[in-house]
């Protein structure tokens, strides 16, 4: 899981230092990177206990009092994904997604010479950029709260209890 993070990163990155290329190029890595979410959705609901959905998807409200708990600095950890940080996983796999099918829509002999759909696209990838920021913020914040270092976690899947 921690590898497919970290190709995933690699994969978006490509495909922002690609997009300006039309052509294969910019799409297969696309499609690369929507491969990767569609493994990250099977292992949510296969995988290992904190890789499941099921572990850290919570309802909006409770979403809602943990975001209230981080900006008072009273924010439990969790070994999981904390609620915040699960809607934003959430919210980061669903718009990889819909970047690749709005690039692949625009590839379709049925929308073909539109200038919509490329709008469309690019205004996702946006988004996703924006989810991005406020994502790294968000691991920053919580690493500096609980004086634990994330993303060194991340890369060797060692948390301590
Ligand atoms: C293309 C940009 C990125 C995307 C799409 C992305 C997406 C994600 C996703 C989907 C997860 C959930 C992991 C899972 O359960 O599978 C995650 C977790 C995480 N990401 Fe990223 N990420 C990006 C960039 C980064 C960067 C640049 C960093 C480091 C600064 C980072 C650090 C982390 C950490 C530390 C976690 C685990 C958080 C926790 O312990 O709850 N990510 N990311
Ligand atoms: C998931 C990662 C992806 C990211 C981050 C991404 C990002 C971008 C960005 C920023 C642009 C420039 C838009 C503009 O001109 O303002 C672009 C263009 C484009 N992308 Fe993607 N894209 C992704 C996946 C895909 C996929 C899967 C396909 C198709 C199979 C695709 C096809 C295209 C095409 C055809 C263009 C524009 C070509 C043109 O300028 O006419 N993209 N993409």
Not at 26 to 44: D, P, Q, T
């Amino acid at each position: 899981m921690r590898l497919l993070h970290w190709l995933l990163v690699v994969s978006i990155g490509a495909a922002w230092a690609t997009s300006d290329t039309i052509g294969p190029v910019h799409e297969w890595i696309g499609y690369a990177a929507a491969a990767i979410v569609g493994a990250r959705l099977l292992w949510g609901f296969t995988g290992s206990t904190h890789a499941r959905f099921g572990d850290f998807v919570a309802p909006p409200r409770t979403v809602v009092i943990y975001l209230r708990q981080i900006a008072a600095g009273s924010a439990p950890r969790h070994l999981g994904h904390n609620p915040a940080g699960g809607a934003m996983v959430l919210a980061l796999l669903a718009c990889v997604g819909l970047v690749a099918v709005s690039g692949w829509a625009t590839t379709t002999e049925l929308l073909w010479g539109y200038a919509w759909p490329v709008r469309v696209h690019a205004a996702l990838a946006w988004l996703l950029v924006g989810l991005i920021v406020f994502h790294v913020a968000g691991v920053l914040l919580a690493s500096w709260q609980h004086r634990e270092n994330l993303v060194k976690a991340m890369i060797t899947g060692v948390k301590r209890d």
